[in-house]
């Protein structure tokens, strides 16, 4: 591949950060790739950024590895620290722009104010399971991409210290992936409770370097609250429940947001809120789904698809990202995650998932009446 220089070419020692290399030519990518990679690394921004690095020494190459590997990438690039967005904004704020519909001079807001949380419970005949997670980075390490053993062990340390002074609801246990058994390590898989293994746009992106290692997760008593360590982002911070009382989901995670940023430094500006690995979790990093059962929409994928995409929502697979549906069941979440507060879009998966079970219903009726 075009850009296969940039990580296969020189193996970095364990406990390194891997090496920035320069790229000799633009990456050819196949006819018909319809990543935003390919739609934004033009002649033009290629010949600005082929010899650029960040301040943590990230190339043009390992950001945009991962979608020259993978060309069925719908973004394609993963950045190594907080500057990427700043050093290689020709290529990032179009693509920011493009995801989100946020522009270079729009400021990013938040709110989390639950009480703001303006709807009842959603169905619990349609609604299996609420998820709200945010992602977060500390502001003094590069990135997971960039990261080295030694630094991914200190984030690990230092979140191992933070979780010790969770009381409460918060309170629970950290589970190291290093020394977690298969067993418990695949019941956690099933049970959406834990990341999987293997992704291969993380792989490409470095993001895999010396698994298991330094990962792992943090689990309340009650199973509501919980933290992944060192996968696509440093921290991904997680509430969920069976049901669809999204507001008790939210407030959770509300509270826990209050607590956590007191005791972390997380990598945050006034333009793009949170730093995360991927341009689509940057903002917010705020994804709020349900679990919703929708056997006869699922039949329509063109209504469901403009359903879906009228009210700002991402239709996903029973196991998460890539991944398929069981049994007319859909992970249905908020696809922006910047130039919206917290509160905003909440608002925007409550608005998705009623239209879908509104049209859910009126299909159930139509069928009975048949
Ligand atoms: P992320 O939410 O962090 O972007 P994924 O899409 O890979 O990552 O999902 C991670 C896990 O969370 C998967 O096991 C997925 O099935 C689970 N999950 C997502 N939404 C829900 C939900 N509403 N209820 C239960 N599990 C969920
Ligand atoms: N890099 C993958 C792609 O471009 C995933 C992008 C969004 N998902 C994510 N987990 N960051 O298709």
């Known amino acids: 591949m075009g850009c296969s220089n940039s990580r296969s070419g020189e193996v970095d020692k364990p406990g390194s950060a891997p090496k920035a290399v320069a790229?000799?030519?633009?990456?050819?990518?196949?006819?018909?790739?319809?990543?935003?990679?390919?739609?934004?690394?033009?002649?033009?921004?290629f010949n600005q950024l082929k010899n650029v690095q960040d301040k943590f020494g990230f190339s043009l190459a390992e950001l945009i590895?991962?979608?020259?590997?993978?060309?069925?990438?719908?973004?394609?690039v993963y950045a190594g620290s907080p500057d990427t967005y700043i050093a290689f904004a020709p290529l990032m704020d179009k693509i920011i722009e493009d995801y989100h519909g946020f522009k270079p001079a729009d400021k990013h807001v938040s709110d989390w104010d639950a009480s703001k949380c303006n709807f009842e419970a959603l169905e619990d005949k349609y609604c299996i399971s609420t998820r709200i997670r945010f992602a977060r980075n500390l502001a003094d390490f590069p990135l997971g991409t960039k990261i080295s053993k030694t630094e991914r062990?200190?984030?690990?340390?230092?979140?191992?210290?933070?979780?010790?002074?969770?009381e409460g609801e918060m309170a629970g246990q950290y589970h190291d992936l290093a020394t977690m058994d298969k067993e418990t390590q695949n019941q956690l898989i099933a049970d959406h409770f834990l990341f999987k293994e293997g992704d291969k746009y993380l792989e490409a992106a470095g993001l895999n370097r010396e698994w298991p290692d330094g990962r792992g997760i943090f689990i309340n008593k009650a199973k509501t609250f919980l933290i992944w360590v060192n996968e696509e982002d440093q921290f991904r911070v997680i509430s969920m429940q069976n049901g669809g009382d999204i507001k008790a989901v939210f407030t959770r995670l509300s509270n826990a947001h209050g607590t956590i940023?007191?005791?972390?430094?997380?990598?945050?500006?006034?333009?793009?809120?949170?730093?995360?690995?991927?341009?689509?979790n940057i903002g917010t990093g705020l994804r709020a789904s349900?679990?919703?059962?929708?056997?006869?929409?699922?039949?329509?994928?063109?209504?469901?698809?403009?359903?879906?995409?009228d009210n700002h929502v991402q239709i996903r697979g029973i196991h998460g990202e890539h991944s398929e549906s069981e049994g007319g069941i859909y992970d249905i979440s908020n696809k922006r995650r910047i130039g919206f507060s917290e509160v905003q879009l909440v608002h925007d998966m409550y608005n998705g998932v009623k239209a879908m079970i509104e049209k859910e219903k009126e299909l159930e009726h139509a069928h009975a009446s048949h």
């Open 23 to 45: 790229l000799q030519k633009k990456p050819e990518f196949p006819a018909g790739c319809k990543s935003l990679l390919c739609k934004y690394l033009t002649d033009d921004v």
């Open 65 to 76: 590895n991962s979608g020259v590997v993978n060309p069925n990438s719908s973004i394609g």
């Open 153 to 166: 062990k200190e984030v690990e340390k230092l979140a191992k210290e933070a979780f010790g002074k969770f």
């Open 261 to 280: 940023n007191k005791v972390a430094k997380f990598a945050y500006n006034d333009h793009i809120g949170a730093v995360a690995t991927c341009p689509t």
């Open 290 to 309: 349900i679990h919703v059962k929708l056997p006869l929409l699922s039949k329509d994928m063109a209504t469901f698809e403009k359903i879906a995409s």
